[in-house]
């Protein structure tokens, strides 16, 4: 049997990932597939890079923790299609998944894949949700 977690326990190890993270860390979004893990080399052309809010997760609540405040890029680095974020403090990756569209299933969802250099975006929704339910 798996283990299985208080509901309490899974908010303060997803409360915990922010904390360890840190404040204003950097949202990068890059084009191709995810790398093996945040040890990996970066893939990818750097499509935006996003400095996010100072706090930037809610707390954590039924055990799953969302985005905070307004995750917006006024202007795209270069032109692709989104596939991949990593989010980094210090050049250090902490954290990285896929990408979709609003609707599409990814680990972070974009109002727009489809990214032109200059183009304006948001991120429509960011969830981290904890095993052990």
Excluded: Y
């Amino acid at each position: 049997m798996p283990f299985q977690f208080s509901t309490a326990a899974r908010n303060a190890a997803l409360d915990a990932i922010e904390t360890t993270i840190g404040t204003a860390p950097t949202l990068t979004i890059r084009t191709g597939t995810v790398p093996g893990n945040c040890a990996a080399a970066r893939t990818g052309t750097v499509l935006a890079t996003i400095t996010l809010p100072s706090d930037w997760m809610a707390a954590a609540s039924g055990g799953s923790k969302a985005l905070a405040g307004t995750w917006q890029d006024a202007a795209a680095d270069a032109t692709g299609t989104a596939g991949h974020f990593s989010i980094d403090q210090g050049g250090t990756c902490h954290m990285q998944g896929t990408i979709t569209a609003t609707g599409g299933g990814g680990d972070m969802t974009l109002d727009n894949t489809s990214i032109s250099s200059g183009q304006q975006f948001n991120v429509t929704s960011f969830t981290i949700t904890a095993g052990g339910a």
